[in-house]
């Protein structure tokens, strides 16, 4: 049975940032806990010296398998944090030694993203048996996540929830991070297996954007690069729309570059909207197209969108509330938690931010503290009525459920 | 239906064209709106969030262990409020003219000297500045390898330039880190201020502090020395014990043998075998009372460690002695005036021996042609009594007034006044050891003395 314990920090000593967030977590355990085969999960943003985070979570926790990836900001019990150097973990404590496994793959792209999430999930079922769900960090910038997620879906079936999301940096989309022990990779994806059979997640999703305006028929495109927008260069057509000179990058962008495309009808009322946002992280200069995250066919139509405070408020409260009647009658032990980068300080202010962190929070720990970790990333892993989808602009809630 | 039975005309496609392009502009406009509402909203919440730091330094700052806690503290809050990362934070030394690290932050691959020289004349005002704007100091700090940085002098309350922070990034940083904003070096400069204002504190402290552990050594130094002092009286005491009770026995056979020499030889010897036999007798005289006044002087020790003090009437003790010391009163014709004295806790015993010493010391000290005048009062002072033991004798001149309390101290030789110089130092124990003072006034040669002491209530 897993116990999890969770903390989050912005000391800017790298050493002692990641010493005090599990000496935080681990607070009242046994100095035997330091010792057993621990399940760490960090998220940092960009600024922390990651050797030194990984160095020194291994030198207090010699026996656990430490995996992570970078964020634009960090969400906790503490609150939210989008500093240059703000660090989180979340704990997991098996009982015995198969109640977690992990698998990781480097070199994730586009092309590859089906054929490299096959491996590192047969990987993970090969040496994780009773595997009951599955939490992904992957790379941020090229990953094609429907096609990684099909990928999964071919070793443990559609039915296993795969929850996560990708790495970001501070919403530059230069570069983002994964760790997998001692080693950071640029270009990875890692794939935790949890295997507790008295854990079930429950996951809520929700962005709070409306399109406006005339929709940008997709006329050339390959799997998820598009290279023309109503016959025209992609990526210039989008920065003339957006009013942004032409040759912008993409990262300053992603806060107003959002792209929606319309969702399948049956997805409507668990969506609480008729469409479903995408994010552009990586744009081919020489040719004017730009990558989604997910495979985008000729004839596509995508809108440009806008937030809505009063849809992203009250989207929230329906997304909680539904997820509270679920978890009905069974305990939340952990959280964990994928925002759009776009949703933090990009959008709101520190006020409006510890509100909605506080609207999520406050439910779900009404009968005490929940170990709860959050980043801010590029894209989120959440199923919508049992399927396995990948988003982008979204608030999505992993909460792991003991009991009913 | 007509058009003209009041239905709008169809608009032209030209319309319909203008309409959306229209509406695109709207789109357009509401969206930069938005993202221009969101950097004004994040730039002000960075802002907040910076003074927030810097107001958490003013008190973190200040409890700080030791003044390299203060200076790691100090850089790491710099770079946490202008989300930089790298920072300096080094010394003026006085002495040298140079600056020194104080502390630093993110240079782990960097070459820092020990010790390095700027212009520090180039700083005349409390006020941060772009490294970038600098160019020669710039080159000053080239070991540091900044692309640019916020930087700022830090001076004393007094305008004493105490030293310098630097907080910036390199070239290899900028790939996430935004170019550096001119307006944050107001923050910057008041950060600094306050780092300024704290260094200077810590430093005075600092000093304060060493004083303070000088002074206690000095204590300890001091309180080693008392109880080594102590031991070493106590392992005199109980030499001088040994040695007087052991010198005793032999002297008292010797003493013996030369009283019956005395009473059955003396008669046949020559006048110059005789004189030698008295100067025999009473030098052994006089040793044995030496021997009996260290014994005394020994025995209180031990007599202290024993016995807890017990109520003792002094106008009885007085006149125990004046009745043991009727004879020499008596032969002197001293008159003893005594006033009423206070009953308090003391060991009885030691009280006869303070008082004998001093009414005989009175006594003797007295020229023979004069008729000794002794008056013994008391009076409450505190929380005890302070006794005075008035004489008309001889009297002591003022160099001399501590030193007559000394083991073995005469201002006279044995042919003027008889005595071993054993009397007062006992005098003294005695009253020392019940937690009392004593000492001598008198206004000089001739003009009589007296002898103070004092002795507490409880």
Redesign the interface.
């Known amino acids: 049975m897993l116990r999890f314990y969770s903390a989050s920090n912005?000391?800017?000593?790298s050493e002692k940032a990641i010493r005090r967030c599990l000496e935080s977590a681990l607070a009242g355990r046994d100095a035997a806990i330091y010792h057993k085969k621990l399940l760490i999960v960090i998220h940092t943003t960009?600024?922390h010296?990651f050797q030194a985070l990984l160095a020194t979570a291994r030198r207090l926790c010699p026996e656990a398998t430490i995996v992570g990836c970078t964020c634009a900001g960090i969400i906790g019990v503490e609150g939210a944090n989008e500093?240059?150097?703000a660090v989180g973990v979340m704990v997991a404590e098996p009982d015995g030694d198969e109640e977690f496994g992990v698998a990781y793959c480097d070199n994730i792209r586009g092309y590859n993203s089906y054929q490299k999430a096959r491996e590192m999930a047969e990987t993970l079922k090969s040496e994780t048996p009773g595997v009951n769900m599955l939490h992904i960090l992957a790379s941020g910038i090229d990953i094609a996540a429907d096609r990684a997620l099909e990928g999964v879906a071919a070793v443990f079936g559609p039915e296993t929830p795969v929850f996560g999301g990708t790495s970001s940096?501070?919403m530059?989309a230069?570069?983002t991070y994964q760790f997998i022990n001692g080693q950071v990779l640029e270009r990875g994806a890692i794939l935790i297996g949890y295997a507790d059979p008295s854990l079930r997640v429950e996951m809520g999703v929700h962005h709070g954007s409306v399109p406006?305006?005339?929709p940008l028929t997709v006329t050339r495109a390959r799997a998820n690069q598009v290279f023309e927008l109503n016959g025209e260069p992609a990526w210039n057509l989008l920065m003339q729309?957006?009013?942004l000179p032409e040759g912008s990058h993409p990262g300053p962008c992603i806060?107003?570059a959002g792209l929606a495309e319309l969702l399948p009808d049956e997805y409507h009322a668990a969506y609480g909207n008729r469409h479903i946002l995408r994010v552009v992280v990586r744009v081919d200069e020489a040719d004017g197209s730009f990558y989604l995250p997910v495979d985008c066919p000729e004839g596509t139509r995508l809108w440009?969108t806008?937030?809505d405070e009063n849809l992203i408020f009250s989207g929230l409260e329906h997304m909680i509330g539904c997820l509270s009647r679920r978890i009905e009658g069974g305990r939340a032990v952990a959280v964990f938690h994928t925002d759009c980068a776009a949703r933090g300080?990009?959008?709101?202010?520190?006020i409006a931010k510890d509100e909605i962190i506080g609207k999520m929070q406050a439910p779900l720990m009404k009968e005490g503290r929940v170990p709860w970790l959050g980043m801010y990333g590029f894209g989120e892993f959440t199923q919508l009525k049992g399927k396995n989808l990948f988003h982008n602009y979204t608030t999505s809630i992993y909460v792991l459920v003991r009991g009913r | 239906m007509h058009a003209s039975e009041g239905h709008e005309p169809k608009p032209s496609y030209e319309e319909l064209e203008a309409m959306?392009r229209e509406?695109?502009a709207k789109?357009?406009?509401?969206?930069?709106l938005?993202?221009e509402l969101?950097s004004i909203?994040?730039e002000?919440?960075q802002e907040?969030?910076r003074f927030r730091l810097i107001q958490e330094f003013g008190e973190v700052g200040m409890f700080q262990e030791s003044i390299r806690d203060f200076a790691t503290a100090a850089t790491?809050y710099f770079?946490?409020a202008f989300?930089q990362?790298h920072c300096l934070l080094a010394e003026y030394c006085r002495e040298d003219g140079t600056l020194r690290p104080l502390s630093t932050?993110g240079f782990?691959g960097t070459d820092i000297p020990g010790c390095f020289v700027v212009d520090h004349r180039q700083f005349r005002r409390r006020e941060g500045f772009l490294l970038s704007q600098r160019p020669g100091f710039q080159s000053e700090l080239g070991f540091l390898d900044l692309e640019d940085a916020l930087a700022a002098p830090l001076f004393a309350p007094d305008g004493i330039f105490l030293g310098l922070v630097a907080c910036g990034q390199k070239s290899e940083d900028q790939?996430?880190?935004n170019p550096i904003d001119p307006k944050d070096r107001h923050a910057f400069t008041i950060m600094a201020t306050k780092v300024g204002y704290l260094l200077h504190n810590f430093r005075v402290n600092e000093q304060l502090k060493k004083e303070v552990e000088e002074r206690r050594k000095v204590e300890k130094m001091l309180e080693a020395k008392a109880a080594d002092l102590l031991r070493s009286n106590a392992e005199l005491e109980q030499f001088a014990y040994v040695v007087s009770h052991d010198l005793k026995a032999p002297l008292r056979n010797a003493m013996g043998f030369a009283r019956l020499l005395r009473k059955n030889c003396r008669p046949g010897l020559p006048p110059a075998g005789q004189e030698h036999l008295d100067v025999v007798w009473e030098e052994m005289n006089r040793f044995n009372h030496i021997i009996d006044d260290l014994l005394a002087y020994a025995r209180l020790s031990a007599a202290s460690s024993g016995e807890p003090p017990s109520p003792v009437d002094l106008n009885v003790i007085v006149e125990r002695v004046r009745n043991r010391n009727s004879f020499v009163i008596k032969q002197r014709q001293a008159r003893i005036n005594v006033q009423p004295l206070p009953r308090l806790p003391a060991h009885a015993p030691q009280m006869e021996q303070l008082f004998q010493n001093l009414i005989l010391n009175a006594i003797k000290f007295t020229p023979p042609e004069r008729q000794p005048e002794i008056s013994i009062e008391a009076q409450a002072v505190g929380n005890g009594y302070r006794f005075a033991v008035r004489d008309n004798g001889i009297g002591v001149s003022k160099g001399k007034q501590t030193q007559i309390f000394g083991l073995f101290q005469r201002l006279h030789s044995s042919g003027q006044y008889e005595g071993n110089g054993l009397g007062l130092s006992i005098c003294k124990k005695v009253v020392e050891q019940h937690q009392g003072k004593i000492w001598v006034e008198s206004e000089g040669k001739g003009k009589g003395a007296v002898f103070y002491f004092t002795l507490p209530k409880e």
Not at chain 1, 345 to 350: D, G, I, P
């Open positions: 912005g000391v800017v000593n960009v600024g010296d500093n240059m150097r940096d501070n530059r230069i570069s406006v305006g005339e729309k957006l009013g806060p107003v440009l806008q937030r300080r990009a959008l709101f202010n520190k | 959306c509406l695109q789109v357009t406009k509401g969206i930069g938005q993202h969101s909203k994040d002000l919440d907040l969030n790491e770079v946490q989300e990362p932050f782990s790939r996430f880190y």
